[in-house]
């Protein structure tokens, strides 16, 4: 009998150690399966009909080119945050974009070094002598027009990294003195995104330079409201004969102005004297809210507004043109950006309330952006000159890029709705020839997911494939079990 129950006793103990060498091994692979699955670093699966989270080829694209080490800083962020699963992206596509999440008290040298504050979160794209500081608030914009929130995290940090490994940078001038538009007063975000975006900027004060310096690739000019005295007008007028590139807003004229020398240097161009007068809108879908002056202008296609679905303009004025043979013979070439539709039109008297248009009001479409080309010299085979050409990209308003509100109650101001800040950031990328910075937009407004069939497959495996696997590995340790009984 001792020696039955000691068979038996030996029997269990077998049967325990196989089991728990059994479960130690899958255990073990499962670990290992881990393991090997993490070094991979693949990219996670992402359901979302926008693809917010993966990727784009053109960012892959762009970036694998990078040669020189870039660095991106999270400070404040989770690594359980999605952005940081598209960063790390970056990396896979380029193992010289190296990803951190840090925070102000791991990394006090950072926020020292960028002036990041330490209660906040921040993200340092740096390179190797250029860097660039986003917030969250610069991977969303907004379009009035759709009411759609629209995701630009992946642009953002793409044309962020191009920019701190670029050999060259233009050099944007915005010029101060003739208008209620400065760098200080009134544009403050719009320099903030023109400094951190795009090019190296500066301001210029022609009366104490004399001159537009040589390395001015393009000169902003906001809305004058004096006239420019003949040290500019020189300085521009010789500027413009050299080749150079002006990117120019002007602001609805509510009052009768003298500006000679203005006039003179758009004249340059084909541009008429601007008239007093201010665009109102009577189709509804071409206004915010109903407000006839706040419109959403036809964009026009071309390089420079490809990317651009739709502006808003606060208080429009058209732009008018010589004739077509006085452009010709000014060596102009006009290409039309943004129009006000056929059912606009054109109020001079301000004292009128009513949205309607009144007898006698001028009907639209009306021009409010466009690009001109001015042919300075043709191209010389002989002496192995190129074409010279001086380009004017004008808008009929300025507000729309400022850091007024719409309205008393709001925050936010008019630069950030719909794509405003775009379109001034992609004619200064047109006017300084950088044409490499990509625009990659996804609406946010709402979010679907939808799976491919190769993500299909991957969830079909896990629910109904898992399961089957260890319902199979079950019973073939049962089956084994009950022949050694």
Known sequence: MEKIIEKIKKSVLIKRTTTIIFMLLLVSLFIALTIWINSLNLNPIDFT????????????????NVKSDVNIYFIGYSEEDSIIDL????????????????????????????????????????????????????????DPSTYEQIDITEEKLTNSILYVVAEKIPTVYFLEGYSEFETTKNMNYFITYLANEVTEFKTLNVLTSGNIPEDCDTLIITSPSKDFDDIATTA?????????????????????????????ILNMYGVKPFEVGVINETDNSKMMSGAASIIIPNVNYSTITKNIPAVL??????????????????????????????????RTNFSITSNNKQTGEEEGPFVIGAELQKKLAEANSETGESEKSSKLIIYGENLFISDY?????????????????????????????????????????TINYTATVEQDNIIQGIIFGVPVIIIFTGILVWQHRRRKK
Do not use: C
């Open 236 to 264: 521009i007028t010789n500027y413009i004969n050299n080749g150079g590139n002006i990117l120019w807003f002007n602001m609805a004229v509510t009052n009768t102005q003298e500006l000679p020398n203005v006039n003179k």
């Open 313 to 346: 303009l606060v208080n429009a004025t058209k732009i008018n043109f010589v004739t077509d043979e006085e452009l010709q013979n000014l060596n102009v070439t006009k290409n039309t950006l943004l129009e006000a539709s056929e059912g606009s039109f054109f």
């Open 87 to 142: 960063a790390k992206q970056y990396h896979n596509a380029n193992n010289k974009i190296n990803v951190e999440v840090t925070d102000s008290t791991t990394r006090p040298d950072l926020v020292a070094k960028y002036g990041i504050d330490s209660n906040s979160a921040g993200i340092i794209v740096e390179g190797k002598e250029k860097f660039k500081i986003l917030s969250s608030n610069d991977f969303y914009t907004y």
């Open 49 to 64: 009909a926008e693809k917010l989270y993966t990727l784009t080829g053109t960012s892959k694209e762009q970036v694998q």
């Open 405 to 445: 509100t719409l309205s008393s109650t709001s925050t936010e101001p008019i630069i950030r709705y719909s794509y405003n800040k775009d379109l001034a950031i992609d004619s200064i990328s047109y006017l300084v020839d950088r044409q490499e910075d990509i625009v990659i937009r996804k609406d946010t407004n």
